[in-house]
């Protein structure tokens, strides 16, 4: 739980340092001072009581063998007295005309119990209710008188004190009075001292449950675990009752009501982790007096417990309450944060309280009520209003880091998008450098080279024919390159149906037939990915086939087939066969036709433009025999690369 967000301080030289040191602890030893006086004079002050004709104060006390008149409010020496307890007997007169009214008798104060009687006729006796019996609760008790008991005039009243320690008796003054006239006291010190404890005690519950949580979260904060365990102790003090006999049970019960010293040590630790203080072995002393009186809650008995507690549980506390004034001075001081300084103001209260208590003991104060465990409700608004400005002060940071966070991402995404955009030009520049660069060197082979030749022609002057072939030649190589420019929604099918047309009519001239064949319904499989350069590679590399069977092989047919096929791999594969009828020829061991350089420079051209497309080309041949003639089988690519693969 330690805080270093206000730890910044401007660095000052050592004696303004000091000054600002010694102002802030004047001024915070002034606010603590003002907060016990307010505090002292506050539990000075008494509730309101009833009407003041009503009270009785004067009684014949019996204690020890002797009588004695005394005068209410009484603080008996006794510690322990069950068998022969204190008996005071009083006399109240009831006006003639009353005996239609109800009326009661009020105690607003007493210990341990009391035993009431009007007119020898019992009508309260306190040992009956468990929660009225604890010395450190201050809960009133108030009983109807019976009509048939009262009488108009003078009637008696004897109250039996019963002490069983720890500390001496005390019996506050008594009321005796219509019972509409004492029930709105009664029910003003219940709302006190009875309901408001019961709610602080669930708000605490609460507040164990959410420390717990906090702790398991966060386990490196052993604060938040500590406080949690002193916040449970507290309140299984809170809701057990005063065990009336020595049980099993009523041994744990007596534990847990004496657990003071155990949670007032919880609690100081917390104040020391609270203050960046690191747990030492030797800490463990702040516990042996909680444990000294849970082994004499155990093994002995309750009279052992009640005299162990004055002597251990009561100095623990206030030495705990002490040493935490003390370290949560100097957290407040050094860190100057909020959950500090509202611990110490807490601290004080409680410290005031504790003291005020400790004179009600040794009768040095004019009453006694005590408001210790009430106190500790303010030390619960301290932790929950440390805890509220410490979510709160986490939310801002959590915030403030979400919106850099936000703007960094924002810069990040800006730049991302701004240089995406630079590499989108980049390489878009590049496909049309790669493109232009393709495009000038098919033009330089292909119509390149035609014109070359015509230009011979015409210089040699060989005549018109050869060159019209080559103008024809040049035209066609022209046209390819145009055509393949064109989209075709990666269709191969669309190129083959111009490339068809081409080959009819260079075939025709010859008198060889075309056997155009589709051997699947959707002949290729179309690929998004095919560019104009693969188009290019493909068509000329099947004008190369068909080039050779009618320049080459004399064929009087061939035949086309297309169609997809599986792979081993379940992908599909577009293949091109082109066939002929001609003489054929020997292929050589690296794949050229051996005896024909042509031919074969034809041949490495075809597998190097099958080979910037991804393809495999297969070429067979045969010179002799009923199955002469040459097969080209070109296999596609399943997806066509995008750069050159023979350049690769």
């Given at each position: 739980?330690?805080?270093?967000g206000d730890d910044v301080q401007p660095e000052l030289p050592g004696r303004a340092r000091r000054r600002l040191r010694s102002s802030r602890l004047i001024q915070y030893l002034l606010l603590q001072a003002v907060i016990a006086v307010a505090g002292v004079a506050m539990l000075l002050q008494s509730l309101p009581g009833p009407p003041a004709q009503y009270q009785v104060t004067a009684f014949q006390l019996t204690e020890a063998g002797a009588e004695r008149a005394v005068t209410l409010p009484y603080f008996s020496p006794l510690r322990n007295a069950m068998n022969d307890p204190p008996r005071f007997r009083g006399r109240f007169v009831r006006p003639a005309g009353e005996a239609s009214r109800a009326w009661s008798v009020f105690l607003p104060r007493f210990t341990n119990g009391v035993e009431v009687t009007v007119n020898d006729v019992v009508i309260l006796d306190s040992r009956r209710d468990p929660a009225a019996n604890r010395p450190d609760r201050n809960t009133?008790?108030?009983?109807?008188?019976?009509?048939?008991?009262?009488?108009?005039?003078?009637?008696?009243?004897?109250?039996?004190l019963f002490i069983w320690g720890p500390i001496t008796g005390f019996l506050d003054r008594i009321w005796v009075d219509p019972d509409e006239e004492l029930?709105?006291?009664?029910?003003?010190?219940?709302?006190?001292?009875?309901?408001?404890?019961?709610?602080?005690?669930?708000?605490?519950?609460?507040?164990?449950?959410?420390?717990?949580?906090?702790?398991?979260?966060?386990?490196?904060?052993?604060?938040?675990?500590?406080?949690?365990?002193?916040?449970?102790?507290?309140?299984?003090?809170?809701?057990?009752?005063?065990?009336?006999?020595?049980?099993?049970?009523?041994?744990?019960?007596?534990?847990?009501?004496?657990?003071?010293?155990?949670?007032?040590?919880?609690?100081?630790?917390?104040?020391?982790?609270?203050?960046?203080?690191?747990?030492?072995?030797?800490?463990?002393?702040?516990?042996?007096?909680?444990?000294?009186?849970?082994?004499?809650?155990?093994?002995?008995?309750q009279a052992l417990v009640r005299a162990l507690f004055l002597i251990l549980a009561v100095p623990m506390v206030g030495i705990s309450l002490l040493i935490m004034a003390v370290v949560t001075a100097r957290s407040a001081l050094q860190r100057q944060n909020v959950a500090s300084f509202l611990l110490g103001c807490a601290v004080t209260i409680m410290l005031t309280c504790w003291i005020v208590d400790l004179l009600s003991v040794f009768q040095m104060m004019p009453n006694r009520i005590f408001t210790a465990r009430l106190s500790y409700s303010a030390m619960l608004v301290a932790i929950g209003a440390g805890l509220t400005w410490r979510f709160a002060r986490a939310l801002n940071q959590v915030d403030g880091f979400a919106g850099r966070l936000v703007t960094q991402v924002r810069e990040a995404e800006e730049k991302l998008k701004a240089s995406f955009a630079r590499e989108e030009e980049r390489a878009r520049a590049a496909a049309l450098a790669r493109e232009r660069t393709r495009l000038m060197r098919d033009l330089h082979d292909g119509l390149g080279g035609q014109l070359v030749s015509i230009v011979a022609l015409s210089e040699r002057g060989n005549g018109s024919a050869g060159i019209g072939d080559a103008a024809r030649a040049a035209l066609k190589d022209l046209r390819l390159v145009i055509d393949s420019m064109d989209d075709i929604g990666g269709d191969l099918m669309l190129a083959l149906g111009?490339?068809?047309?081409?080959?009819?009519?260079?075939?025709?001239?010859?008198?060889?037939?075309?056997?155009?064949?589709?051997?699947?319904?959707?002949?290729?499989?179309?690929?998004?990915?095919?560019?104009?350069?693969?188009?290019?590679?493909?068509?000329?590399?099947?004008?190369?086939?068909?080039?050779?069977?009618?320049?080459?092989?004399?064929?009087?047919?061939?035949?086309?087939?297309?169609?997809?096929?599986?792979?081993?791999?379940?992908?599909?594969?577009?293949?091109?066969?082109?066939?002929?009828?001609?003489?054929?020829?020997?292929?050589?061991?690296?794949g050229g036709a051996a005896g024909a350089a042509k031919t074969a420079r034809g041949l490495r051209n075809m597998r190097s433009r099958a080979a910037r497309c991804g393809a495999e080309l297969e070429l067979s041949s045969c010179a002799q025999g009923t199955h002469k003639g040459t097969r080209v089988r070109l296999t596609l690519p399943h997806r066509f690369p995008d750069s050159d693969g023979a350049a690769g």
């Amino acid at each position: 739980m330690n805080d270093h967000g206000d730890d910044v301080q401007p660095e000052l030289p050592g004696r303004a340092r000091r000054r600002l040191r010694s102002s802030r602890l004047i001024q915070y030893l002034l606010l603590q001072a003002v907060i016990a006086v307010a505090g002292v004079a506050m539990l000075l002050q008494s509730l309101p009581g009833p009407p003041a004709q009503y009270q009785v104060t004067a009684f014949q006390l019996t204690e020890a063998g002797a009588e004695r008149a005394v005068t209410l409010p009484y603080f008996s020496p006794l510690r322990n007295a069950m068998n022969d307890p204190p008996r005071f007997r009083g006399r109240f007169v009831r006006p003639a005309g009353e005996a239609s009214r109800a009326w009661s008798v009020f105690l607003p104060r007493f210990t341990n119990g009391v035993e009431v009687t009007v007119n020898d006729v019992v009508i309260l006796d306190s040992r009956r209710d468990p929660a009225a019996n604890r010395p450190d609760r201050n809960t009133p008790a108030i009983a109807v008188i019976p009509a048939s008991v009262l009488r108009d005039g003078d009637n008696a009243i004897s109250i039996r004190l019963f002490i069983w320690g720890p500390i001496t008796g005390f019996l506050d003054r008594i009321w005796v009075d219509p019972d509409e006239e004492l029930r709105p006291t009664y029910n003003l010190r219940t709302l006190v001292f009875v309901t408001l404890p019961v709610v602080f005690s669930s708000w605490q519950a609460i507040l164990a449950v959410i420390l717990g949580i906090m702790w398991v979260m966060r386990r490196h904060e052993p604060a938040y675990g500590v406080l949690a365990a002193a916040m449970a102790v507290g309140v299984g003090q809170a809701f057990l009752q005063t065990p009336m006999g020595e049980t099993p049970f009523s041994r744990f019960n007596v534990i847990l009501i004496s657990s003071a010293p155990i949670e007032s040590a919880l609690v100081l630790v917390f104040a020391l982790l609270l203050s960046g203080w690191k747990w030492q072995r030797y800490a463990w002393v702040i516990f042996i007096p909680g444990i000294a009186l849970a082994l004499a809650g155990l093994f002995g008995n309750q009279a052992l417990v009640r005299a162990l507690f004055l002597i251990l549980a009561v100095p623990m506390v206030g030495i705990s309450l002490l040493i935490m004034a003390v370290v949560t001075a100097r957290s407040a001081l050094q860190r100057q944060n909020v959950a500090s300084f509202l611990l110490g103001c807490a601290v004080t209260i409680m410290l005031t309280c504790w003291i005020v208590d400790l004179l009600s003991v040794f009768q040095m104060m004019p009453n006694r009520i005590f408001t210790a465990r009430l106190s500790y409700s303010a030390m619960l608004v301290a932790i929950g209003a440390g805890l509220t400005w410490r979510f709160a002060r986490a939310l801002n940071q959590v915030d403030g880091f979400a919106g850099r966070l936000v703007t960094q991402v924002r810069e990040a995404e800006e730049k991302l998008k701004a240089s995406f955009a630079r590499e989108e030009e980049r390489a878009r520049a590049a496909a049309l450098a790669r493109e232009r660069t393709r495009l000038m060197r098919d033009l330089h082979d292909g119509l390149g080279g035609q014109l070359v030749s015509i230009v011979a022609l015409s210089e040699r002057g060989n005549g018109s024919a050869g060159i019209g072939d080559a103008a024809r030649a040049a035209l066609k190589d022209l046209r390819l390159v145009i055509d393949s420019m064109d989209d075709i929604g990666g269709d191969l099918m669309l190129a083959l149906g111009s490339w068809r047309e081409r080959a009819m009519a260079q075939l025709r001239p010859h008198d060889i037939a075309l056997d155009w064949r589709a051997v699947t319904a959707q002949g290729l499989p179309v690929h998004p990915e095919l560019r104009p350069w693969h188009v290019i590679q493909i068509v000329r590399l099947l004008d190369e086939a068909v080039t050779n069977a009618v320049k080459h092989a004399e064929a009087r047919r061939i035949t086309v087939r297309i169609e997809t096929l599986a792979g081993a791999d379940g992908l599909e594969r577009g293949c091109i066969t082109v066939e002929d009828d001609g003489r054929g020829f020997e292929i050589a061991p690296d794949g050229g036709a051996a005896g024909a350089a042509k031919t074969a420079r034809g041949l490495r051209n075809m597998r190097s433009r099958a080979a910037r497309c991804g393809a495999e080309l297969e070429l067979s041949s045969c010179a002799q025999g009923t199955h002469k003639g040459t097969r080209v089988r070109l296999t596609l690519p399943h997806r066509f690369p995008d750069s050159d693969g023979a350049a690769g």
